[in-house]
């Protein structure tokens, strides 16, 4: 059986703004790659091959950074959304694509440890109307909440609910046989304005369609806010291997897994891992401090930085103190007077900030 994916990278961002007023929330980089570029390899290690992918006003830049999908060994269709109406919206709209097959549907700004060879394989084995995949959260009320019976079975479905009945959140990934357009068809907006996939799959469940699930003790986030992007970024550089291709004097200290990338720079500079210096990037008399992403053509000198993310081409010159900051493209972070020692920024692309040391 032929198993498609739906990848949905056509909202707007709003929880990380400024970022994404010229930015696609999804091209926004943890370990200096995309999050949704994640997302890819792992459909495309499952084992599927052809996607649809749903953009918006930022369709542009996502064709741009995804081409045809052949760097990811996909195939890669594009189908716009005029607004962004729902996750069901985007099924509906995918209709005529996705045709006879089963599919995997995928929130493009999404980030799952681990994969999802497991779910696909469990899916096209038992072939369910519909599988989702759940995890305990502290606050249910930002997702969408799934209720369990004793055995474990879903007997309902409800998007951000104002009192919810569990603390098991929808991650986002969910699987359906083509049975699920019969209830998209059945829908009505929700008060949010929206079509939500949680009402299609509880139309299901009514229905008595078999709807599976499973619990992932795995690491999940939604990498909708600033926070959540942060926390990705220092798990993504807990993985990797260290690896210097670009030239660290003999005055610098790396220090556990740091990768400098190629044409990369590292001059009287003390780096403690895990961290990445991008392609292009030069550090010069700085700190860089464990969970950082400097990413390609970006300066830093005289400055202290640590468990943030910096976007290609800014540079930060004569800082004393940078933590848990998203930084945008081309950014300037400067000195000014009489400002705290340690600084918290969200700067979006082109800004210019003066701060004192």
Known sequence: MNVKALVLAGGSGTRLRPITHTSAKQLVPVANK??????????AAAGIREIGMVVGDTHA????????GSAFGLQVTYLRQEAPLGLAHAVLIARDYLGADDF?????????????NGIVERFTRDRPSAQIML???GDPRQFGVAELDAAGRVIGLEEKPREPKSDLALVGVYLFTPEVHEA?????????GELEITDAIQWLIEQGRPVESSVISGYWKDTGNVTDMLEVNRLVLESME????????????????????PGAVVERSRIVGPAIIGAGARVLDSYVGPFTSIAAGCTISGSEIEYSIVLPRSSIAGVSRIESSLIGH???VTPAPNTPRAHRLVLGDHSKVQISS
């Open 135 to 137: 995890t305990r959260v």
């Open 104 to 116: 995997v549907m995928y929130l493009g700004d999404n980030f799952i440890v681990g994969g999802i």
């Open 242 to 261: 260290a690896r210097t291709d670009g030239a660290v004097d003999g005055v610098s200290e790396l220090i556990g897994r740091v990768v400098v990338e």
């Open 34 to 43: 995309p999050v949704l570029f994640y997302g890819l390899e792992a459909i």
């Open 184 to 192: 998209v068809a059945e829908l009505k907006p929700s008060w949010r």
């Open 61 to 68: 830049e996502i064709e741009a950074a995804v081409g045809d």
């Open 330 to 332: 081309d950014v300037e």
